[in-house]
């Protein structure tokens, strides 16, 4: 119901029974004239003077509630087409229209109501466009997340499975945090069949741009570089940056590394790691403790096995902790 009418029926019953209170009067005041008929003059003339006085009153009363009705109508007019607009205002805001401001003229109630339903209007488009552009940075972020994962397993994995090597068998344990650091394994090859050369290379920064950049660049430059002479049956480290850890099958024990070359035998197990997983563990000691507690039971049931239950250790040790950086082991055993 609209506002004026509004104010009409509140109104209504005082001014029926105003103007109904008035014409009774003077309906009755009538009626005892002319029922009673003064014969003195002075008194005919005081009864009519009385019945002009009570006309013009009716008539003043009547021109009042005419002028008070015309006047309510104009307020009500003038609060409702204000309201209309930010009714309308508002259901545009609810659709989605937040360009377009509310200008209102109107009582200052109304005109503060406006100001708040523009503030409003505002606040609603920078969170729309505050929320659009999170979702466009996480729909980039997952993209480029996805693309290195892509590239990472293309530097690794993809490698290792293309690696067909008479001296030795490859297996990686990956785990990838939410900023991944790409580590490149290059497995050349060589045209000495007894020689397996490989170089191990970490990304300088995070993400898919250092893997693009460790791609683009030269591949080799400050890497780690292991070489397995199996004629000879030696290990060689040409680079110290990353220190592997050898297993001896046939000691059950790790190897000290106390020079640049290492005596193995075929069966026995080295493993290389990124600074992710050396971070992980702190330093070689506690590193060490680590793989000698699952090679002591699981080395002897072969590399697949081996792998698999290191991959489960080194899970479970990650529960009790956030995964900041990325974890590669690099797990190879020497052929017969």
Known sequence: MKIRTRLLLFLLPTLTLGITLIATLMAYNWYHFIENMPSDPSLLQMQEKLNHNLL???????????????????????ISHPIQKLNNSALGIAAGDYQEPITIEGPKEITELANTLNIMRECLLENINRLKENSRLREKMYGEYECSILLQHLMLQKNIDDCRS?????????????????????????????????????????GFEGMYQLLSQNKNIDATHLFFDRSESILHVKEK?????VWSLNKKQLLPLTGSQIEVEPGDLFFIYNQGFFNTYKNPQQMSQFLSR?????????????????????AFSLKRKELSEDIHLICFQILS
């Open 241 to 245: 940056s990353c220190l592997p850890f």
């Open 294 to 314: 699952s090679l002591k039971i699981f080395a002897q049931d072969g590399l697949e096995t081996m792998t698999r239950m290191l991959q489960k250790e080194i």
């Open 56 to 78: 013009v009153v009716f008539l003043g009363a009547s021109l009042t509630i005419f002028i008070m009705l015309a006047t309510l109508f104009i307020i009500a007019n003038k």
């Open 166 to 206: 008479d001296a030795v068998a490859i297996k990686s344990i990956s785990f990838f945090s939410e900023n991944p650091r790409g580590i490149l394994l290059s497995l050349p090859k060589k045209n000495h069949p007894d020689r397996f050369d490989l170089y191990l290379t970490e990304a300088s920064s995070q």
